[in-house]
T-cell receptor
Framework: AQKITQTQPGMFVQEKEAVTLDCTYDTSDQSYGLFWYKQPSSGEMIFLIY??????QNATEGRYSLNFQKARKSANLVISASQLGDSAMYFCAMRDTATDSWGKFQFGAGTQVVVTP | SAVISQKPSRDICQRGTSLTIQCQVDSQVTMMFWYRQQPGQSLTLIATANQGSEATYESGFVIDKFPISRPNLTFSTLTVSNMSPEDSSIYLCSVGPGQGNQPQHFGDGTRLSIL
């Protein structure tokens, strides 16, 4: 069975600084995908970035980048130049690749990020 | 990406009552998913709803408590039945491909409080 682990329940970061959110995963599959979502206090889930297991380069989307270390089974999210609007809960997720899973996602426990002025 | 409208956005209900949450998508999708997010917790999948077949429920969730309908490729409902305070959560629907690098996209959620 696949498993996603986020060990940081909460983090404070100063505005304009970078922050790294940890995510480790456990899977026996060779082909898999990892996703990061942001959930502000309003509750919606916002897709941020994707990393495929066969991608040779780390994914980047604007201020978001993914530090993908396949051998360590980690996919850490880096937010550069933090802004006050980045304050939110961040979830790491993996798509279940079992044939009868219908592509459902498994989510980590999440990390609450608070950006301070 | 698909635009997903979820209704209601929030509700306060009495224990013992039932509430039906609607999820409307602006395009045809094969798979729809229903999640529960208890206060301060992560998302837990309740069930997968495939059009034209019975929903597939995850361990710990049963059809009598969370009946789901999926009448067509753009619409689904989740009913939370015989509610208790423990059902106070955010309920989210999502849509997405069954494979590949495309993410699931979520509705804005229904914030449910049971008194």
């Amino acid at each position: 069975a696949q498993k996603i682990t986020q060990t940081q329940p909460g983090m404070f970061v100063q505005e304009k600084e970078a922050v790294t959110l940890d995510c480790t995963y456990d899977t026996s599959d060779q082909s898999y995908g990892l996703f990061w979502y942001k959930q502000p206090s309003s509750g919606e889930m916002i897709f941020l970035i994707y990393q495929g297991s066969y991608d040779e380069q780390n994914a980047t989307e604007g201020r978001y980048s993914l530090n993908f270390q396949k051998a360590r089974k980690s996919a850490n999210l880096v937010i550069s130049a933090s802004q006050l609007g980045d304050s939110a809960m961040y979830f790491c997720a993996m798509r279940d690749t079992a044939t009868d899973s219908w592509g459902k996602f498994q989510f980590g426990a999440g990390t609450q990020v608070v950006v301070t002025p | 990406s698909a635009v997903i409208s979820q209704k209601p956005s929030r509700d306060i209900c009495q224990r013992g009552t039932s509430l039906t949450i609607q999820c409307q998508v602006d395009s045809q999708v094969t798979m729809m998913f229903w999640y529960r997010q208890q206060p301060g917790q992560s998302l837990t999948l309740i069930a997968t709803a495939n059009q034209g077949s019975e929903a597939t429920y995850e361990s710990g969730f049963v059809i009598d408590k969370f009946p789901i309908s999926r009448p067509n490729l753009t619409f689904s409902t989740l009913t939370v039945s015989n509610m208790s305070p423990e059902d106070s959560s955010i309920y989210l629907c999502s849509v997405g491909p069954g494979q590949g690098n495309q993410p699931q996209h979520f509705g804005d959620g229904t914030r449910l409080s049971i008194l």
